[in-house]
């Protein structure tokens, strides 16, 4: 079964999201972003990462991006966003973009980005 890491600076979203994505066959493990930290669960066998664009606080998006490929380089980054299309800014660091509210569309591109074995591609 794959992993996939939900990083969010809203608890809610946290617990809907990590719903939504164990409903689709994943385990499920979170970050939750404060105003200045996020606490990336270094020693988890991540296989994805799906991560809110907006974020409140001094971290953005693309910190916390960097900060996930420091710690996991091979693991592709979904960018999840209430935004019409993915910014330019965290683009080089996303393999898929979903609106939210979206709940099928994500798990397709999960899905997608792992491969039909369930593990991440190789890019």
């Known amino acids: 079964m794959s992993t996939v890491l939900i990083v ?6 946290l617990k809907l999201y ?11 493990v979170t970050a939750l972003v ?3 930290t996020v606490q990336i669960p270094e020693t ?16 953005s998006a693309v910190d916390v991006a960097k900060r ?19 910014p330019e800014d965290i683009a080089p660091y996303a393999c898929g973009f979903v ?3 979206e709940p099928e569309e994500l798990l397709q591109t999960i899905t997608s980005a792992l ?5 991440a591609k190789v890019q």
Do not use: C
């Not at 969010?8 to 979203?13: G, Y």
């Not at 996991?72 to 019409?84: A, N």
């Open 8 to 13: 969010d600076d809203d608890p809610s979203h």
């Open 18 to 28: 990590s719903w939504v994505v164990q409903r689709g066959g994943f385990r499920t």
């Open 34 to 36: 404060q105003r200045q």
């Open 44 to 59: 988890e066998p991540i296989d994805l990462a799906v991560l809110d664009y907006r974020l409140g606080g001094q971290l």
């Open 68 to 86: 996930l490929r420091s710690v996991f380089p091979e693991t592709p980054i979904v960018v999840l966003s209430d935004m019409q299309w993915l």
């Open 99 to 101: 609106r939210k509210g």
């Open 115 to 119: 491969g039909e074995n369930g593990n």
